[in-house]
């Protein structure tokens, strides 16, 4: 096994007033070449956007984006027609394919809203462009494993991602054991800890700390807190 660790404190930081946002690897401004990329897993930016504000509409293609909304809610708008708001609980991603424009909003006019955004390569360029939604059930992931990301090749629970890539959510009770098990051993896992502190793979981390492990199948999980982690299974190649 081996193991990539990043500290919450490493991480890029960008403060534009309004928006607020932690790099788990290299994005805009913030570059590390150590730090480009894990696998398949692009971006993982950790986003606080003010009240009323928001991204514009932009540009994207050839990237699975994923929406992670941890509290506040979220309006999106995209060329494909597609209008929601996003909310805690829910998983939202955009195949970009062979291109797509959106904008991300504040839905709140007093309220921040705080969400993760995760870039994944895709399997395969120029694809259609698609859109997903789906609200989880959070007692579905006290002390086992919720998939909410899954391939569009199979038959899992989760909105579908055009990649040999599952996320998973999980709450841990303090002192909890658990091991996660890889659907392709090939595969590595990135964890990324929303809140709390656990022993993973015999690594420490804590709230906001990321580990990357590859050439394994599982990974042994121990809650030194109650706990509530990310982890995202992707290709290496």
Do not use: C
């Amino acid at each position: 096994m081996k193991a990539t660790y990043h500290q919450a404190d490493s991480r890029g930081f960008a403060n534009h007033g309004w928006l607020k946002s932690n790099h788990t690897f290299s994005f805009a401004n913030y570059y590390d070449p150590k730090r480009t990329q894990f696998g398949a897993l692009r971006v993982l930016n950790d986003d606080h956007v003010d009240a009323g504000m928001g991204f514009g509409r932009h540009p994207h293609r050839d990237m699975e984006i994923v929406s992670i909304p941890l509290s506040g809610e979220l309006a999106h708008a995209d060329s494909m027609g597609n209008k929601t708001v996003i909310r805690e609980g829910e998983v939202q991603i955009m195949s970009a394919g062979t291109g797509i424009q959106h904008s991300e909003m504040n839905n709140s006019s007093s309220d921040a809203v705080k969400f993760l955004q995760i870039w994944v390569f895709p399997e395969k360029q120029n694809l259609t462009p698609r859109y997903d939604q789906q609200k989880f059930d959070k007692a579905q992931r006290l002390n086992q494993f919720q998939t909410v990301v899954s391939p569009v090749s199979s038959s899992d629970e989760g909105v579908k991602i055009h990649q040999n890539a599952w996320f998973s959510l999980v709450d841990l009770e303090e002192a909890k054991k658990l091991t996660y098990t890889l659907h392709d051993p090939t595969n590595g896992v990135y964890l990324f800890v929303l809140k709390g502190e656990l022993k993973a793979a015999g690594n420490d981390l804590k709230t906001r700390d990321g580990l990357g492990l590859t050439e394994t199948s599982e990974v042994e999980l121990e809650a030194q807190t109650a706990v509530e982690l990310l982890l995202m299974e992707v290709p290496m190649h």
